[in-house]
């Protein structure tokens, strides 16, 4: 049951109103992308972004749109802070993580502008929880500029393959090197660990792909401990779409069905490790 | 393997591929062995015939990792494939998966020697029999923390399972430990073909199901001086899911007890140092008369004898015609025996090439200081703390084609020169 709009103490309006029935919706979303403390938020007409960035190399995105919320309000062109995304999941999930069937956690989520905390009303069970979270100054935020244009090879597969070899990476390998190709090995994923290395090859004519649509050769080599909070979103989702352009960036989106069946996205994006060494095949 | 040892030994060979392991004091020693029939294709030594077998070593963490996820292995993978490529210096194992996905691992690997212990299920006076499950059940009652179990052949062809108190020198026994025995029916048994009265000590750790982190042991034994101990979900639990009979084979204490399992595409053996032990109870009475029998009733010197012409006569259920195994000191009661056991333990020292980093094999006779049929010739004081040691399993360049078998040496050691058992 939704929450009735809390009047503002002051009676200004607030920038940012939004009700979601299941803050699971978002908080699953959430934990997705995160990798960092904190989070950038930019909120439109259309919907809430939400931005972690890491290393100047890696960047991550969760998009919640308008749609999924009950009530979603914002009267600015675009409302944007940076907020601690560790205690914001941390209150979106005060009655706890566990998702028993027929109880859900209600949010009302609330802005009043620049300065101002991001106040947080949760219910669940007739008990009501407020939280008010400081917000802090928008960062500025890394632009990868990947567009459709750009975009060199591109794969779409289905989450269910890449899950477990995503979870079994070999962590003792600094970079995850990627590999597509219009040719053999088509799609492969490798790692060069302690133990030697390892190669994970993906046909393109493979029941898991749903589109393939390679026209240049590329590897390109990203350190793993920047794509491994990835899994996460991995984890989540039903279908990655992984493309790289000709600088060898990569972006990695996956379409997140939630408990209602409606989309959402995440992406990462990831620059190539500049440290090319001598690759061990 | 893994639970005993850190490095995993490949051996192709042409009866099948060895898997070896020993743990690092080398008192504990597996090998599976999978017949050509095991494998959908087996190619040992490449297309060219005559072409020497490599023998490898890679370090265990990371052949596992490749088999990391077995709920998921049994799932999605439809094949695996096994290739040593020499020129690389890798291993490759390469697994074919659901969805034509394909895994490929490089492993880099060691070359070495042969892993072979020294052992002879044909020699050993006594083997047993039973469906895992009945081991496995019967194991369960004893403490976790436990280290070391004693089995015997007891009154009634009854076997019986205890675990090992060190007795403390002259103390009844240490105040407060909770000792369990647990008796078992000839019945339980497919086959039981022991000596009677005969027992031996060894460490359960490699063998049980037990999840727990055995405390380094405080009897001293140089099985776990300061190594991690190894916790098993060992064979016992390996038998149980394979659903076949566990055969063990143990002849005298301080000679190695083999457990193998057999099926027609695998062979198992583990291969544990038991204790050697004086209050084992095959010890000979001697003429200082300080032989310190157990308490247990049965009639041990009766019994002794009996097996003693048993050994004399080769009445073994399994081999025939084998000669006693002129390796145990405790055969010689006369004390001018000093010098051939000394030298049966150097001969067997040299020829087998000791092992650096075994415990030292002090005669068995040490230990509590009594040195019983050997009357008190010079010969190294025992380390009044290394009391029963544990018998190393001598590994070396055995030279023996993959199946395990007596060192030639075995039977060159002197013998008692009277001849007398």
Redesign the interface.
């Known amino acids: 049951m939704p929450l009735s709009a809390q009047p503002p103490a002051s009676g200004e309006p607030y920038v940012l109103a939004a009700s979601l029935d299941n803050a699971r919706h978002l908080s699953s979303l959430l934990r997705a992308v995160h990798f960092r403390d904190h989070a950038t938020c930019f909120a439109t007409a259309n919907g809430i972004r939400v931005t972690v960035e890491d290393a100047k190399c890696i960047q991550a995105n969760a998009f919640i749109q308008a749609e999924i919320f009950q009530e979603f309000a914002v009267q600015e062109e675009s409302v944007t802070f940076r907020i601690n995304l560790s205690v914001l999941i941390d209150c979106l999930t005060i009655f706890g993580t566990s998702s028993l069937p027929g109880t859900s956690t209600a949010l009302r989520m609330c802005y009043r502008g620049y300065g101002y905390p991001l106040m947080l009303f949760l219910e669940e069970g007739g008990v009501v929880t407020v939280c008010k979270i400081n917000t802090q100054e928008p960062d500025e935020l890394l632009d990868f500029d990947f567009c459709s244009t750009k975009v060199v090879n591109k794969i779409i597969l289905q989450s269910e393959g890449l899950r477990e070899a995503f979870a079994e990476l070999d962590m003792t390998s600094e970079v995850l090197q990627i590999t597509m190709s219009p040719d053999k090995p088509y799609f492969r994923l490798s790692t060069f660990g302690n133990a030697g290395s390892a190669h994970l090859d993906y046909p393109r004519d493979s029941d898991l792909m749903e589109a393939f649509h390679c026209n240049q050769t590329q590897t390109n080599r990203y350190k793993i401990s920047l794509l491994k909070p990835s899994t996460k979103a991995l984890a989540l989702s039903c279908k990655v779409s992984i493309r790289t352009d000709a600088q060898g960036f990569l972006s990695l989106q996956y379409m997140i069905r939630n408990e209602d069946g409606q989309i959402c996205f995440v992406e990462y994006y990831c620059c190539p490790d500049e440290d090319i060494t001598e690759a061990e095949l | 393997l893994s639970r005993i040892g850190d490095e995993l030994y490949l051996e192709p060979t042409e009866s099948g591929l060895s898997l070896r392991t020993v743990n690092s004091s080398r008192s504990a020693f597996a090998s599976f062995l999978f017949a050509p029939l095991f494998f959908q294709l087996y190619e040992a030594g490449g297309p060219q015939p005559g072409r020497e077998l490599l023998r490898c070593k890679v370090?265990m963490?990371?052949?596992l990792?490749?088999f990391?996820?077995l709920p998921?292995l049994e799932k999605?993978v439809w094949k695996c494939l096994i290739l040593l490529k020499p020129r690389a210096s890798?291993?490759v194992v390469q697994l074919h998966c659901k969805?034509?996905?394909?895994?490929?691992?490089?492993?880099?690997f060691q070359e070495c020697e042969q892993l072979q212990a020294v052992f002879d299920t044909q020699r050993c006076a006594s083997s047993l029999c039973a469906p895992a499950r009945v081991l496995a059940e019967a194991v369960v009652h004893f403490p976790q923390t436990l280290a070391e179990v004693t089995l015997g052949a007891g009154p009634g062809g009854k076997i019986s399972l205890r675990n090992y108190v060190e007795d403390e020198a002259g103390e009844p026994g240490r105040a407060g430990t909770m000792v369990t025995e647990l008796w078992l029916a000839e019945d339980e048994f497919q086959t039981v073909a022991v000596t009677p009265g005969s027992r031996i000590t060894f460490c359960l750790k490699e063998f049980r199901v037990s999840p727990a982190r055995v405390p380094s042991s405080s009897l001293g034994s140089p099985l776990s001086p300061s190594q991690p101990p190894r916790c098993p979900q060992g064979l016992l639990t390996f038998a149980e899911a394979s659903n076949l009979p566990l055969t063990i084979h143990y002849d005298m204490p301080g000679r190695p007890v083999v457990f193998t399992l057999d099926d027609a595409v695998l062979e198992v053996h583990l291969v544990l140092a038991t204790l050697s032990d004086p209050e084992s109870g095959l010890q000979p009475p001697t003429a200082n008369g300080a032989a310190h029998l157990p308490t247990p009733s049965d009639d041990f010197a009766d019994d002794l004898e009996s097996y003693m012409i048993a050994m004399e006569t080769s009445a073994y259920e399994e081999g025939s015609g084998v000669p006693p195994s002129p390796t145990f000191p405790l055969h010689t009661p006369c004390p001018a025996e000093s010098d051939p056991e000394e030298e049966e333990e150097e001969e067997e020292e040299e020829e087998e090439g000791a092992v650096p980093g075994t415990p030292p094999h002090k005669k068995v006779l040490d230990g509590h200081g009594r040195c019983l049929g050997v009357g008190g010739q010079a010969q190294p004081p025992p380390d009044p703390h290394l009391s029963p040691q544990f018998r190393s399993l001598f590994f070396g360049s055995v030279l023996t084609p993959g199946t395990p078998g007596p060192a030639p040496t075995q039977e060159v050691l002197a013998e008692d020169s009277d001849g007398e058992y």
């Open positions: 370090v963490k990371s052949f990792g490749v990391r996820s998921s999605t890798r291993l969805y034509g996905v394909t895994k490929t691992h490089n492993l880099a």
